[in-house]
């Protein structure tokens, strides 16, 4: 049975599909079949088969299993704003159960070690009137993995983050920092706090690499040990 695990993240643009990439990287790397599914995307291109988002690309060529774009990413919104506002610009609804059944359908076809599923902006981004990407992870029977983008503000984001990913009863299993601010005052202070306070172990904080930093170097900054002895 593949395990899976939730990528979310302290708001978007933090970072989250460039540390899947690097936890794909190194799943690979330790001999374990990997995938990297983004469920919904919101922003693209148009490419030689429609439009495409480059953070389900960056998930598609990281991983160890091989998927087509569809697999990787179901829902492809045009627009680059928040996913319930471009799906119903695009006429295309949004509800939990068919993004479940899509990321099931794929692991009873590839049957991977672990899959890692991406979120969309932060924990709570909504997906329609009701529903958040947060349920999605909660359908999965989730663990979840935080990405805390390293900027002023990230140490509120942060824990606000894990007392929700708790409240809605799911384990934080991990969390990595990712510096998407080269010039932050007292980052190493805040990473300090944030390896005191959040509850859940530290895959490393991986530095900055430039606008497209390769799989492999974000996965030389993580410890992922912890992340795979873990039932």
Not at 214 to 223: D, I
């Amino acid at each position: 049975m593949s395990r899976i695990v939730f990528v979310t993240g302290t708001d978007t643009g933090v970072g989250k599909s460039v540390v899947t990439a690097g936890l794909l990287a190194a799943a690979g790397a330790a001999g374990l079949r990997a995938v990297g599914l983004k469920p919904v995307a919101a922003g693209g291109f148009a490419g030689d088969d429609g439009w495409v988002n480059e953070d389900a690309l960056l998930l598609q060529s990281a991983a160890s299993v091989p998927l087509t774009y569809a697999e990787v990413n179901p829902v492809m919104l045009p627009e680059a704003i928040a996913p319930h506002i471009a799906a119903v610009r695009a006429g295309r609804p949004l509800a939990v159960a068919p993004l479940a059944a899509a990321v099931r359908d794929v692991l009873a076809r590839h049957q991977p070690d672990i899959a890692f599923v991406e979120g969309a902006g932060g924990w709570l981004c909504p997906l329609n009137d009701r529903e958040t990407l947060a349920d999605l992870a909660v359908a999965l029977g989730a663990d979840v993995v935080l990405v805390a983008g390293l900027r002023l503000g990230c140490l509120n984001h942060s824990l606000l983050t894990a007392v929700a990913v708790a409240g809605a009863g799911l384990r934080l299993v991990a969390w990595a920092g990712n510096v998407i601010d080269p010039d932050m005052p007292v980052r190493d202070e805040n990473v300090a706090t944030l390896r005191a306070r959040l509850p859940a172990p530290c895959l490393g904080v991986v530095p900055w690499l430039g606008q497209a930093p390769r799989p492999a170097a974000v996965a030389a900054a993580l410890e992922t040990g912890s992340l795979w002895s873990r039932p």
